[in-house]
């Protein structure tokens, strides 16, 4: 037994117009899909070019180089505010040093070198070289 594939649901040529459903629309009235995305742009981007993006980096290095520029003059000023303080304090202890040595020469009395004999040097005898033996 065959069957007629020409009826039935959607028939040979198509959707039967006697069982089509009142509320399904024909392939007629169908329209091509859409999508409902939107594509986002962010607010940087959507305001910034290739020069302003440029700009806004050689900003972020000059600001870096600004920063490492303080950085030293600030370590540079506090390196001479140290060696200041030190050498402050190195002529301070040499005025006190030269203080005590001043005092300890005030309080003592003074010694009178008495004159030494200078110590004689012994003659020196020239040695007496041997005498070479005749040779043979």
């Not at 040529?13 to 899909?33: C, H, I, L, N, W």
């Not at 020069?51 to 920063?67: H, I, Q, Y």
């Not at 000023?77 to 030269?98: D, S, T």
């Amino acid at each position: 037994s065959q069957k007629d594939y020409a009826k039935g649901f959607g028939g040979q040529y198509g959707v039967q117009q006697d069982r089509m459903d009142k509320s399904a629309g024909s392939f007629t009235e169908m329209e091509s899909p859409t999508s409902s995305y939107q594509k986002t742009t962010p607010v940087e981007a959507a305001s910034s070019n290739a020069r302003s993006l440029k700009s806004r980096f050689e900003d972020m290095a000059r600001a870096g180089d600004e920063a490492n520029r303080k950085k030293a003059e600030e370590e540079r000023a506090r390196r001479q505010a140290r060696e200041r303080l030190e050498r402050e304090k190195a002529c301070k202890k040499q005025q006190e040093q030269m203080e005590r040595e001043k005092e300890a020469e005030v309080t003592e009395p003074e010694v009178v070198e008495q004159n030494k004999p200078t110590p004689r040097r012994r003659s020196q005898k020239p040695m007496e070289e041997p005498e070479p033996e005749p040779e043979p």
